[in-house]
């Protein structure tokens, strides 16, 4: 698979990951189940509520009716009149509690006998109802009434029960007209409050859902900042174990393998220290017998001439191995020295080209370097150290690449800093080598056993860039021949721990 | 050719200090030698030696300790044969009043070129004197007095003060004075400048914490300021 392939899906999995995030998936059951709990009882509350409120109602409003009506058919007269029939439901309607009364006879079909005829009539009663009042049924055992009362809820602007039964089985119908109005209100009002209960359970259960996944959550972050640090090399982070739950166990768990990392790291760069101290040690006391034997080679070198040619050669032998020996020694506790980070600026301000020209003028490379160095430019370098890494790298540039060895110096005024780079008109260097010219003792030939550096050089030489807060870069000329190492460095060193004095 | 100098090597190891009696002969010096710093403390006294090569890791009293010593009566010129060139040995090395120092191990040609070069230090030059308020640097006769006491000053001391003096009021950089003084090459140590430059306002100022003859100019040096 590509990269370009899993670009998209790694940004969707993240996406998602955030989505299934702890916190959120614990809100959304908690705010599930507190939906469904709140709005199952919210529910069966408003519908029994709802039922009894409305039965009660209408069993009241219908006892009445028939009371009234039962109270006042007797003044009715067999063939009773338009006006019988009006004053027969005012005066049912009139029975105290707020409904009104419409009573119909079909053999007087055109009167209206309503107690309030503006607003009931008989067309506002359902056929269904009348059908079902003016229908007799069979009578028996269980049934000893051929007509019963009945009713119905409708909606006439507003709600209303409709309740109608016959007055005597052959004579005029009643029906009454109920209001809901204020038990329609009164439900509304429980659903509204019930709705409101459902939400406030809802906004509960989130917020109880936030805290619990806080409980959870927070120990969880504090062990993944914690394990972020260890990363980062805090070996002493530990975390504060409270309790002795799941959390706890896992943050005693993180602590002992803090405890455990850290003291392998201890014993590791303990014993890194020991190794370093070793080879400084053993470079300091190669020194003593280095510097008498040192003290004696100017002697037999001056001597070697005048040598029995069989013994000429040892004592050329020994010389030149001294000296390479001394090299090599020296610059092994050079590279001790930066190891231990010990090794030392002893800065002065000085001028480039003076610093770059003595370096050559010293080891008589004058014919053989190219310098392109303007005067003028300043900087806050150890002299010495700087002297070491110009050194090695025209040193290098002249032993593998050779002449013409090109040195120029330009001052980077952006980056505040100067710029010195050698290049030589050798074969370059080849790419698998590249990475590792500044290694310690990296030999880009295996087969070549000994060369004539101490293969310390560019490693230390680098070493003296980075003290000085620059770097060495190590490439091939992009056009043409021959590698190019370019050194960079500050102009002014900050931490200035120059010769400067109190005063 | 110099006249033949009398050295004393005071160095502890017996191969180090054979090769360097015997490399340092063969250049033109007498030697004599010692083995620890009370022989040579010694040696110094009975034999009077123009310059003295010195280790600082000796047995007994330390290189610094012997150093400190022959300061207090003598200012004949010390070189210091030291383990390492950035390490504290140099900076103590140096303020306990030695003239230059010598990393371990020494090519016998370097020595003895930086032991020529302090020792001519101390040559008389043919030019008149000077006073600098109660200083008066008399260059024919090689000597300072301040108020008239005749001031005890180490070659390179002097030298440091004839060079500055020479050009008064003009700042020269530490590397030009490593250069004229120590006659090193460019990549002079400038630590050695500002011990000397120490000892030398030790010597010839009156409050030498707030010197009012050799200044520090900032990022440049040192001068010597004529007299208001």
Same mark, same amino acid.
């Given at each position: 698979?590509?990269?370009?392939?899993?670009?998209?899906?790694?940004?969707?999995?993240?996406?998602?990951?955030?989505?299934?995030?702890?916190?959120?998936?614990?809100?959304?059951?908690?705010?599930?189940? @507190?939906?469904?709990?709140?709005?199952?009882?919210?529910?069966?509350?408003?519908?029994?509520?709802?039922?009894?409120?409305?039965?009660?109602?209408?069993?009241?409003?219908?006892?009445?009716f028939r009371?009234s009506l039962t109270?006042n058919v007797?003044?009715l007269?067999?063939?009773?009149?338009?006006?019988?029939l009006?004053?027969l439901a005012?005066q049912v309607a009139?029975?105290?509690?707020?409904?009104d009364v419409v009573v119909v006879d079909?053999?007087?079909?055109?009167?209206?006998a309503s107690s309030?005829?503006?607003?009931?009539?008989a067309?506002?009663i359902?056929?269904?109802?009348?059908?079902?009042v003016?229908?007799?049924?069979?009578?028996?055992?269980?049934?000893?009434?051929?007509y019963?009362l009945?009713?119905?809820?409708?909606?006439?602007?507003?709600?209303?029960?409709?309740g109608g039964t016959k007055v005597v089985?052959?004579g005029p119908t009643a029906y009454v007209f109920?209001?809901?109005?204020?038990?329609? @209100?009164?439900?509304?009002?429980?659903?509204?409050?019930?709705?409101?209960?459902?939400?406030?359970?809802?906004?509960?259960?989130?917020?109880?859902?936030?805290?619990?996944? @806080?409980?959870?959550?927070?120990?969880?972050?504090?062990?993944?900042?914690?394990?972020?640090?260890?990363?980062?090399?805090?070996?002493?982070?530990?975390?504060?174990?409270?309790?002795?739950?799941?959390?706890?166990?896992?943050?005693?768990?993180?602590?002992?393998?803090?405890?455990?990392?850290?003291?392998?790291?201890?014993?590791?760069?303990?014993?890194?220290?020991?190794?370093?101290?070793?080879?400084? %040690?053993?470079?300091?006391?190669?020194?003593?017998?280095?510097?008498?034997?040192?003290?004696?080679?100017?002697?037999?070198?001056?001597?070697?001439?005048?040598?029995?040619?069989?013994?000429?050669?040892?004592?050329?032998?020994?010389?030149?191995?001294?000296?390479?020996?001394?090299?090599?020694?020296?610059?092994?506790?050079?590279?001790?020295?930066?190891?231990?980070?010990?090794?030392?600026?002893? @800065?002065?301000?000085?001028?480039?080209?003076?610093?770059?020209?003595?370096?050559?003028?010293?080891?008589?490379?004058?014919?053989?370097?190219?310098?392109?160095?303007?005067?003028?430019?300043?900087?806050?370098?150890?002299?010495?150290?700087?002297?070491?890494?110009?050194?090695?790298?025209?040193?290098?540039?002249?032993?593998?690449?050779?002449?013409?060895?090109?040195?120029?110096?330009?001052?980077?005024?952006?980056?505040?800093?100067?710029?010195?780079?050698?290049?030589?008109?050798?074969?370059?260097?080849?790419? %698998?080598?590249?990475?590792?010219?500044?290694?310690?003792?990296?030999?880009?030939?295996?087969?070549?056993?000994?060369?004539?550096?101490?293969?310390?050089?560019?490693?230390?030489?680098?070493?003296?860039?980075?003290?000085?807060?620059?770097?060495?870069?190590?490439?091939?000329?992009?056009?043409?021949?021959?590698?190019?190492?370019?050194?960079?460095?500050?102009?002014?060193?900050?931490?200035?721990?120059?010769?400067?004095?109190?005063? | 050719?110099?006249?033949?100098?009398?050295?004393?090597?005071?160095?502890?190891?017996?191969?180090?200090?054979?090769?360097?009696?015997?490399?340092?002969?063969?250049?033109? *010096?007498?030697?004599?030698?010692?083995?620890?710093?009370?022989?040579?403390?010694?040696?110094?006294?009975? +034999?009077?030696?123009?310059?003295?090569?010195?280790?600082?890791?000796?047995?007994?009293?330390?290189?610094?300790?012997?150093?400190?010593?022959?300061?207090?009566?003598?200012?004949?010129?010390?070189?210091?044969?030291?383990?390492?060139?950035?390490?504290?040995?140099?900076?103590?090395?140096?303020?306990?009043?030695?003239?230059?120092?010598?990393?371990?191990?020494? +090519?016998?040609?370097?020595?003895?070129?930086?032991?020529?070069?302090?020792?001519?230090?101390?040559?008389?030059?043919?030019?008149?004197?000077?006073?600098?308020?109660?200083?008066?640097?008399?260059?024919?006769?090689?000597?300072?007095?301040?108020?008239?006491?005749?001031?005890?000053?180490?070659?390179?001391?002097?030298?440091?003060?004839?060079?500055?003096?020479?050009?008064?009021?003009?700042?020269?950089?530490?590397? +030009?004075?490593?250069?004229?003084?120590?006659? *090193?090459?460019?990549?002079?140590?400038?630590?050695?400048?500002?011990?000397?430059?120490?000892?030398?306002?030790?010597?010839?100022?009156?409050?030498?914490?707030?010197?009012?003859?050799?200044?520090?100019?900032?990022?440049?040096?040192?001068?010597?300021?004529?007299?208001?």
């Open positions: 698979m590509t990269d370009q392939q899993t670009a998209p899906r790694r940004a969707r999995s993240a996406s998602w990951r955030r989505l299934s995030s702890l916190r959120v998936r614990l809100i959304a059951v908690f705010a599930a189940v @507190a939906l469904v709990t709140a709005v199952s009882a919210s529910g069966i509350a408003y519908w029994l509520n709802r039922d009894a409120v409305l039965k009660r109602a209408q069993n009241s409003a219908l006892n009445d009371d109270r007797g003044q007269p067999l063939q009773p009149s338009c006006q019988d009006k004053s005012s009139s029975s105290g509690l707020a409904y079909d053999s007087v079909p055109e009167c209206t309030d005829p503006a607003m009931f009539t067309r506002q359902p056929a269904a109802l009348a059908a079902a003016n229908g007799p049924r069979e009578t028996g055992p269980g049934n000893p009434y051929e019963h009945y009713w119905q809820r409708v909606n006439l602007a507003g709600p209303y029960l409709v089985p052959t109920k209001s809901l109005q204020n038990e329609r @209100a009164d439900l509304n009002t429980l659903g509204v409050s019930l709705a409101v209960a459902t939400l406030l359970a809802l906004v509960g259960s989130a917020l109880l859902a936030q805290a619990a996944s @806080a409980t959870v959550l927070r120990p969880v972050r504090r062990l993944g900042d914690a394990a972020r640090r260890l990363g980062e090399g805090e070996l002493d982070t530990r975390l504060d174990v409270e309790g002795n739950d799941e959390l706890a166990e896992l943050a005693r768990t993180f602590n002992r393998t803090a405890e455990s990392l850290s003291e392998q790291v201890a014993e590791l760069s303990a014993r890194e220290a020991q190794s370093r101290r070793f080879v400084a %040690d053993m470079s300091h006391e190669l020194r003593t017998p280095l510097t008498a034997m040192t003290a004696v080679t100017d002697i037999l070198e001056d001597e070697a001439d005048a040598l029995d040619p069989m013994i000429e050669p040892a004592v050329r032998i020994v010389v030149s191995e001294t000296r390479r020996l001394s090299n090599l020694v020296e610059n092994l506790m050079e590279v001790t020295r930066f190891d231990a980070g010990t090794a030392k600026l002893v @800065a002065d301000e000085v001028d480039m080209a003076d610093l770059i020209m003595s370096c050559i003028d010293g080891r008589a490379w004058y014919d053989a370097v190219e310098l392109d160095a303007p005067r003028g430019i300043l900087a806050v370098v150890d002299p010495r150290r700087l002297d070491v890494v110009l050194a090695n790298l025209i040193g290098n540039a002249l032993k593998h690449g050779g002449s013409p060895v090109k040195v120029k110096v330009r001052q980077d005024d952006e980056a505040h800093t100067v710029v010195v780079s050698v290049s030589d008109g050798g074969p370059g260097i080849p790419e %698998d080598v590249l990475p590792h010219v500044f290694d310690r003792f990296y030999k880009a030939d295996k087969g070549r056993a000994r060369s004539e550096g101490s293969g310390l050089g560019l490693s230390i030489a680098e070493a003296n860039a980075r003290i000085h807060g620059g770097d060495i870069t190590a490439a091939n000329n992009p056009d043409g021949a021959g590698a190019v190492f370019t050194l960079t460095l500050p102009l002014t060193q900050p931490p200035a721990p120059g010769p400067e004095e109190a005063r | 050719m110099t006249p033949v100098s009398f050295l004393l090597l005071i160095e502890d190891d017996d191969a180090i200090r054979t090769g360097l009696e015997l490399a340092l002969t063969r250049q033109g *010096h007498r030697v004599a030698a010692a083995a620890s710093g009370e022989d040579g403390l010694r040696l110094f006294k009975e +034999q009077r030696p123009d310059l003295i090569v010195l280790d600082v890791m000796l047995p007994g009293i330390d290189g610094f300790e012997v150093c400190r010593r022959i300061r207090r009566t003598d200012q004949l010129p010390i070189i210091l044969l030291t383990a390492r060139s950035d390490d504290i040995d140099v900076v103590v090395g140096l303020e306990s009043g030695a003239d230059d120092y010598v990393v371990k191990p020494v +090519q016998p040609r370097v020595l003895d070129a930086r032991i020529r070069a302090v020792l001519r230090r101390g040559e008389r030059e043919s030019s008149d004197s000077s006073a600098y308020g109660g200083l008066v640097i008399d260059r024919s006769a090689m000597t300072v007095t301040k108020d008239g006491q005749d001031l005890q000053l180490t070659p390179t001391e002097l030298r440091l003060l004839l060079e500055l003096s020479r050009r008064p009021g003009q700042a020269l950089s530490r590397q +030009q004075l490593l250069r004229l003084v120590w006659e *090193h090459d460019y990549l002079g140590d400038s630590r050695l400048v500002d011990a000397c430059v120490q000892r030398l306002r030790a010597k010839v100022e009156d409050v030498p914490s707030a010197p009012t003859l050799i200044r520090t100019v900032r990022g440049v040096g040192y001068r010597l300021d004529p007299p208001a």
